[in-house]
T-cell receptor
């Protein structure tokens, strides 16, 4: 089945450690996105990528880094510089070109930093 | 970027039509209106989108006003499983044509038995 997969579903880390969240899609989509969601809040854009080896900062990129070495993969690293990393992280993908496209979301990774 | 405004919460009785409003008064001529919903602790799910004509699919109907400054998502026969947060989004373009999705706070819809 085609889709977008995030792993793991739950992740625990100690404060000060970097952690990488996985996002893989087999939909042949060029664009991929990372969002952060805090309790009771909407989604905020961290990074997005339109094509391999290229990505742009979203609204809250500080303390995060990404890579896009393959079309299918868009991993997100939460660095120790991120002051409040505990959140629900969502990855999405879509085709590029025109405005008549929808995004497909993964089921999210809930990161808890202790 | 066009912004959207939605009521923070709404209630609807099971079996009735749920009408969710959205204001997007600064929308530009080539921007589409998208609706997604998010059930607790899951990823958002696409529902429907439109440019200026009314749209209908198996999930919902989308009514866009003639001036395109507002729209209404209609769930014709709401069920308990429609309880979720509903997001109205205007699709924007970023650097080099990348397509950002900018989410607001959404409307928390509660379907009551």
């Amino acid at each position: 089945d085609g889709g977008i997969t995030q792993s793991p579903k739950y992740l625990f880390r100690k404060e000060g450690q970097n952690v990488t969240l996985s996002c893989e899609q087999n939909l042949n989509h060029d664009a991929m996105y990372w969002y952060r969601q805090d309790p009771g809040q909407g989604l905020r854009l961290i990074y997005y990528s339109q094509i391999v080896n290229d990505f742009q900062k979203g609204d809250i990129a500080e303390g995060y880094s990404v890579s896009r070495e393959k079309k299918e993969s868009f991993p997100l690293t939460v660095t120790s510089a991120q002051k409040n990393p505990t959140a629900f992280y969502l990855c999405a993908s879509s085709i590029v070109g025109g405005l008549n496209t929808e995004a497909f979301f993964g089921q999210g990774t809930r990161l808890t930093v202790v | 970027d066009a912004k959207t405004t939605q009521p923070p919460s709404m209630d609807c009785a099971e079996g009735r039509a749920a009408n969710l409003p959205c204001n997007h008064s600064t929308i530009s001529g080539n921007e589409y209106v998208y609706w997604y919903r998010q059930i607790h602790s899951q990823g958002p799910q696409y529902i429907i989108h439109g440019l200026k004509n009314n749209e209908t699919n198996e999930m919902a109907s989308l009514i866009i006003t003639e001036d395109r400054k507002s729209s209404t998502l209609i769930l014709p026969h709401a069920t308990l499983r429609d309880t979720a947060v509903y997001y109205c989004i205007v699709r924007v373009s970023g650097i080099q044509g990348a397509q950002k999705l900018v989410f607001g706070q959404g409307t928390r819809l509660t379907i009551n038995p």
